[in-house]
């Protein structure tokens, strides 16, 4: 990068970690820290909902997703309005009554002490993982970009988070996500426009191009449980996984939990449902408008330039120069077939355009074979490599191609979005182990001064423990997508115990707690045994639907439960 984008880069990093340890300094007693003495706005909290979901992941991953995959993931999102909406209506009011620091009081008074640890303990294990691959998951990608020894970036993002997260809590968190925000998406929407003016072809020929090539498949009506991308999973399975994140995960909880009033709550929800769509559209959008520009602009035949770097210094460098000329010849055979169509578009000739669309989805094919072969190369010249490069897909085109300056705040982009979340996450953690465990369980007459000093020290040590797990993080595989399965793991129980608390009042404490285990045992084998099965059955399921299933399990099995080992009367 030029010294222009490393300015650009630590300015506006430095100047959001600075903004909120200043804004937030000063919170002395346990409501101010936890949840900012209830100071936060509607567009405030919505801000930071999006904020605390848009991870770094999000900016990376989703552009090239698009690229490889078209606009399909957005179904993802369809069923997040009537998510927001539900527990607009359901959650919050009882939080709110109950004035909690956290999701989880709520389960002890419903229902008992070891339901309520149980369920915070089962969110301490996820988001604690989450918080290390959080960090790990950009950090990997950025320190290859940017030639940073990865420790050192782990340590980098790791330290910043912790700083201003400690000093403020969630007054600090919530503060510097609306700076992280605008930063984000202005750099992201700058990109776009830029894209699109960059594009050798007009506007108009390039959503051609898209559609012919299927990358503006936004919605797709084909069933199936593997699938995890269509409108029947967006609808289903992935509201039962908004309603897990956005209802329990305290990293979500403690954003509206700091709302001025019960409508400023509810109405940062509301916002986030309805932003969040449009918002992923836009990231996606560009995703697929780099797949056209590299349509008729020579892409590398893998994008990640360390990893052929390597190769060129190796033995296997002849073998390679002659697959990058035979993917060069094969990509000007593709450029030419594309101009081609666009001139049979032109002309009306819609059945030579649909005959010429054959021959460029078989020279793709032939593309595609020569990136294997290359990533076959890679792996003989060193097997730990990592071959996957559609990540790798926005940001080295960013590297490329874009102006000065404008580089140095996408990569302040990334950054930004690894910061935000990493921060929610690890100011639910020290807010969950000091109200939940330690308030609760094992100092219970403590100061505020004492229970605030606790949960910045807690804060810290999930900090640093997410920095270790980071730094040793690559002795685990398929870290990118393991983000978004972890969630799934363990949502649906901890959701389908908040569900039988606010529904089936009938359901007693000890009934729900043998639910909930034997719920989250299910899930761990369905899991381990997908696409496998065990006795004579077999399933192959999307791990989508497993927060459907564990949510289901709980209330099936608790409704069982109660009536073969009874229990006390609910409170409440």
């Not at 990231?283 to 052929?308: D, E, K, R, S």
């Amino acid at each position: 990068m030029s010294t222009l984008d490393w300015i650009v880069l630590f300015l506006t990093l430095f100047s959001i970690v600075i903004y909120g340890t200043y804004k937030t300094r000063g919170s002395k007693n346990l409501d101010s820290y936890l949840r900012g003495n209830n100071s936060m706005n509607w567009w405030t909290i919505g801000l930071s909902i999006m904020a605390t979901q848009a991870s770094a992941i999000t900016f990376l991953s989703t552009p090239g997703q698009a690229y490889e995959d078209g606009m399909r993931f957005i179904q993802f999102y369809f069923g997040l309005p009537l998510a927001m909406i539900i527990i607009s209506v359901s959650f919050v009011p009882i939080y709110y009554k109950l004035k909690v620091y956290t999701a989880y009081e709520y389960l002890e008074q419903r229902f008992d002490l070891k339901t309520r640890t149980l369920t915070a303990l089962l969110f301490i294990v996820q988001r604690g993982l989450a918080a290390g691959i959080t960090i790990y998951a950009p950090a990997i990608i950025l320190s290859t970009l940017l030639g940073w020894n990865l420790t050192w970036t782990n340590i980098f993002i790791g330290v910043l988070v912790i700083v201003y997260t400690v000093s403020g809590g969630t007054s600090a968190v919530s503060i510097t996500q609306k700076q992280q925000m605008a930063v984000m998406m202005g750099g992201m929407i700058l990109a776009g426009i830029i894209v699109i003016q960059l594009l050798p072809i007009s506007f108009q020929e390039a959503l051609h191009v898209a559609g012919k090539m299927d990358r503006l498949n936004v919605v797709s009506f084909e069933f199936d449980f593997a699938d995890r991308y269509n409108i029947w999973s967006g609808m289903t399975a992935a509201v039962f996984l908004f309603l897990s994140y956005f209802g329990s995960d305290q990293s979500q909880v403690g954003r509206y939990l700091s709302g001025q009033t019960l409508t400023q709550s509810r109405m940062g929800l509301i916002m986030n449902g309805f932003l969040k769509i449009p918002m992923q559209f836009i990231i996606l959008f560009i995703g697929v408008m780099v797949f056209v520009f590299y349509q008729f602009i020579q892409p590398p035949v893998i994008f990640n330039q360390v990893q052929t770097d390597k190769l060129r210094q190796s033995e296997y460098a002849p073998q390679f120069e002659a697959l990058e000329n035979n993917y060069n010849a094969s990509f000007e055979s593709g450029k030419n077939a594309y101009q081609q169509m666009l001139t049979a578009i032109e002309a009306g000739e819609d059945e030579d355009a649909e005959s010429i669309k054959g021959q460029i989805k078989e020279i793709k094919l032939e593309q595609e074979e020569l990136r294997e072969q290359a990533k076959e190369l890679i792996l003989q010249n060193d097997p730990a490599a990592e071959t996957r490069d559609t990540d790798y897909v926005f940001m080295r085109f960013v590297m490329d191609y874009l102006p000065k300056g404008i580089v140095g705040l996408l990569f302040a982009v990334i950054f930004s979005a690894a910061m935000s979340s990493s921060a929610s996450e690890l100011n639910a953690l020290g807010s969950t182990s000091t109200i939940d465990l330690y308030k609760r369980s094992i100092k219970k007459d403590a100061s505020d001064e004492h229970y605030v000093r606790s949960s910045k020290v807690f804060t810290a040590f999930w900090g640093l423990g997410a920095i270790l797990f980071a730094t040793y993080a690559s002795l685990f595989e398929n870290l990118i997508q393991a983000i978004n399965l972890l969630g799934s793991l363990f949502y649906g129980t901890i959701l389908g115990v908040f569900m039988v608390g606010f529904f089936m009042k009938w359901v007693k404490g000890r009934a729900v707690f043998i639910a909930a285990l034997l719920s989250q045992g299910l899930i761990l084998v369905v899991h381990f045994r997908n696409g496998t099965g065990m006795l004579g059955f077999h399933w192959d399921i999307g791990f989508l639907w497993y927060n459907a299933i564990g949510c289901l399990a709980v209330m099936l099995f608790g409704l069982i439960l109660q009536q073969i080992v009874g229990g006390k009367v609910a409170k409440g």
